[in-house]
Structure formats: structure tokens, C-alpha cells
């Protein structure tokens, strides 16, 4: 095949090669480099131009064209009892991707992979950094130490020092976002949390936000509108704590009122928004988290009913950014998810008519909302889960400065 296809090479225009490769996914393209010496050296120079990589993480995600990745976890407690192993132990993570077969019953294949992250600076714990991740990059932060990672093309470097650092006013940092700016065409990351500040006894809490500009490899102060008591995420350590959608994010926050904070990476702009009333009143055996579906914000609902059935509703969020901290936001109580298992938590839509659900017993289970038939997936968690988010390879650079995993 390889030698028909290297006699075919130079039949078709080089732009059209271009566009074919772009279409590609990450393994496929660098398959192909295999084929003949020309597509070699093709394949080469279009992995190193911004434009051609751009291009293909946009094909790849809108075609679905990559298998989803479930669970983003580091590996398994035994590196716990072996602190010699901890070096080991902060330099892997796995990814379990699922493969659809088109059908809507029986189990669910999947493959796991492990990758190996780059030997991280001494003062970064994986285990307690705060994660992002956006088109193939993944972001780790801790206390004042922020790193960018391309595992797939073994990249990685650590970004200058934030403004806002505990050594200063002693800043704690509550969350951490790395998003496109697709306007700017810029890669950023948002970080927020607060001082501790003491008036006597008093102890009282101002909240700061700060930004960081690939292109410009800067970090800038940047205005947030409103104030909490003290900054608490509303999720469990196995629950990724901020989604991503359209330029903008959300995490689910608890302070003396509970509601959700977004960032619109477009114009670096902080809101506030309630969550649905019904859902302001309850305190006790309840369960959030955010969730993209159909390009919407959705936020699963979880209790446990006297009767014993687990159920998780699901809300939509209708909400007009564009008027930045002034535009309005409301909410739509799409449906009410009843599975035959005993639920542990809900974790993401994976489809637009499939939720992935973790059971009670350690398994995972696929629920589809129209047959309500549930799949189930054909691995167990073995390890602990401390990361949740769908990761996709790509071959975009952290950009300068980068080094290479050992």
C-alpha cells in the first residue's frame, strides 16, 4: 500500500494534501509521514505553522472526529505508601477514551493510555495544583507556579511568575482557566482568588483576578465586580472544577450566597449568576456541577429521594454575555435523568444524548436520554480520579521557551 501510494504522491497539488492532512487526527497525520519522503517532509513543515495546526484542532473538533476521552486521573494510591515512587508517581497521568459503535445497547469499548508528564519543578504538586486544559495544552498551577504541557508533542514550560502570589498580602488562589481567545487569537489564563487582611480580630477577604497573554508572555491585574466572603467550589476532588463554552467560564461557587462566577476571555470581564431558585433552598444530600451541552451551560442537579431512586436533574442556562456584567441570565429545567443504577455523580455529556455517569459500585455507565437505555463502560476505576475533563491531542506549542519531557 505504502509503495501505491508513494507513486501517487506528487498526482494531486500540494494544497490538497494540506487540507487532507488537516482533517487528520494527531496519530493518523504522523502515520502518514511514513508513506513516502515527500508527504515526510510536508508533514514536517505543516506541524510548525500556527495556521495549518489552528486549522486542524478546528476540523478535528467539529467533525467529533477524535474519540472521547472520559476520565483525566493520576495513577493509583500505591505511590502514596512509597514516597520514593513520588518523583514516578507526579509524572504520569491516564486518559480512558471511548469509541462509539453507533449502537444504543451492550458495553461500551474503551482504551486507556498513560502519559508521561515532564519531571515538574519540586515546589509543583500535581496532586493538589489546580488544572485547566484547552486544544491539546495542559495548564498546572500551584501557589505561584503555573506551567504549560503539550504531552502529545513532549513540550512544556513554566510561565513568568504571577502578579498575585502568596508572598504578597498573602494571596490564595481559588481558581485557575485556560482558554482561546479566538478574537485576539491568543491563548489565556484567568486566575482568581483573595487576600486575607485582618482589621483587629477581624479577618475579611478581597477578591483579585489576574490575567496572563500567551503573545505577550505577561501576567496583568485585572478588575472583578464583586466581592465574597470567602471563595468555596461547590464539588468533590474527583469533579473538575470550571467548564469552558464559547469564550467564556463558569465554576460553581459557595460563599454566603450560593451562585455561579463566569470569565468572558474576550474582553476579560467577571459576572455573577444565580443559580434556578428552586435550587437556592436546598442545603442538605445534594449534589452540582457545570456541564457543556449543546454548545449551552448545564448544571446537574443530584439528590438522593426518600424513596431510595437516585435522580439528577439537568438545567440549561439561557444567558446574554454580550452585555458583559450587565447582561442577563436565566434558567430552563430541561429534564429529569432516572437511571437503573445507583448514582454516584453525574460527570459530563458526552454526546448530545449521552450522559456519563459514575455508580456507586466503581463503574461507569453511559445513559442515553431519548432510549434511556444505559451502557455500560468496560473499566473500573482503579486509580483516583483527581482530574475530570476531555482531552484531545493536538500539535500546538506552549510557544517559547518550552523544554522537552525527559
Known amino acids: 500500500l505504502k509503495a501505491v501510494m508513494a507513486e501517487t504522491c506528487f498526482d494531486l497539488p500540494e494544497e490538497v494534501f494540506v487540507e487532507i492532512f488537516s482533517w487528520l487526527p494527531l496519530e493518523s497525520l504522523m502515520q502518514f509521514k511514513c508513506v513516502c519522503k515527500s508527504w515526510y517532509a510536508l508533514i514536517n513543515i505543516l506541524v510548525k505553522n500556527p495556521t495549518f495546526v489552528n486549522k486542524q484542532i478546528y476540523n478535528i473538533d467539529k467533525e467529533n472526529l477524535s474519540p472521547k476521552c472520559l476520565v483525566f486521573c493520576c495513577p493509583g494510591t500505591v505511590y502514596w505508601r512509597h514516597p520514593e515512587l513520588e518523583s514516578l508517581r507526579q509524572r504520569l497521568f491516564e486518559t ?28 509543583l504538586r500535581l496532586t493538589h495544583a489546580l488544572r485547566s486544559h484547552c486544544n491539546g495544552i495542559i495548564c498546572l498551577a500551584f501557589h505561584q507556579t503555573v506551567i504549560l504541557c503539550n504531552p502529545a508533542i513532549n513540550e ?7 502578579c498575585l502570589t502568596h508572598k504578597n498580602a498573602g494571596f490564595w488562589v481559588r481558581g485557575v482557566g485556560f482558554g482561546y481567545d479566538s478574537r485576539a487569537n491568543d491563548y489565556k489564563i484567568v486566575r482568581f482568588g483573595h487576600d486575607m487582611l485582618c482589621r483587629g480580630r477581624v479577618k ?7 490575567v496572563y497573554s500567551m503573545r505577550r508572555d505577561s501576567w496583568s491585574e485585572i478588575q472583578i465586580q464583586f466581592e465574597f466572603d470567602r471563595l468555596r467550589f461547590n464539588c468533590s476532588p474527583s ?18 450566597n450560593r451562585s455561579i462566577i463566569s470569565f468572558d476571555v474576550f474582553d ?24 457543556v451541552w449543546n454548545e449551552s451551560i448545564a448544571l446537574f442537579f443530584y439528590k438522593q429521594e426518600k424513596a431510595g431512586t437516585d435522580s439528577i ?27 437503573t443504577v445507583d448514582i454516584a455523580y453525574p460527570l459530563a455529556f458526552l454526546k448530545h444524548d449521552e450522559v456519563l455517569i459514575k455508580a456507586n459500585a466503581g463503574t461507569f455507565v453511559l445513559y442515553n436520554l431519548h432510549s434511556h437505555m444505559v451502557r455500560n463502560l468496560m473499566f473500573t476505576e482503579n486509580t483516583y480520579p483527581s482530574w475530570d475533563f476531555s482531552y484531545v491531542k493536538s500539535l500546538l506549542s506552549v510557544q517559547g521557551g518550552h523544554q522537552s519531557c525527559s
Open 313 to 339: 436533574e439537568v438545567w440549561v442556562m439561557d444567558c446574554d454575555c454580550s452585555a458583559g456584567s450587565k447582561g442577563y441570565c436565566s434558567w430552563i429545567k430541561k429534564l429529569i435523568i432516572r437511571p
Open 204 to 210: 475579611y477577604f478581597k477578591t483579585r483576578a489576574e
Open 268 to 291: 476579560d470581564v467577571f459576572r455573577s449568576i444565580p443559580l434556578p431558585d428552586n435550587l437556592l433552598v436546598v442545603r442538605e444530600n445534594h449534589f452540582t456541577k457545570l456541564a
Open 156 to 162: 512544556w514550560r513554566t510561565l513568568p511568575e504571577p
Open 96 to 123: 480512558i477514551m471511548i469509541f462509539h459503535d453507533g449502537t444504543e445497547s451492550g458495553n461500551v469499548n474503551s482504551d486507556k493510555e498513560v502519559f508521561r508528564l515532564p519531571t515538574l519543578p519540586s515546589e
Open 239 to 256: 469533579v473538575g472544577k470550571e467548564v469552558f463554552c464559547r469564550g467564556v467560564f463558569y465554576w460553581s461557587i459557595r460563599s454566603i
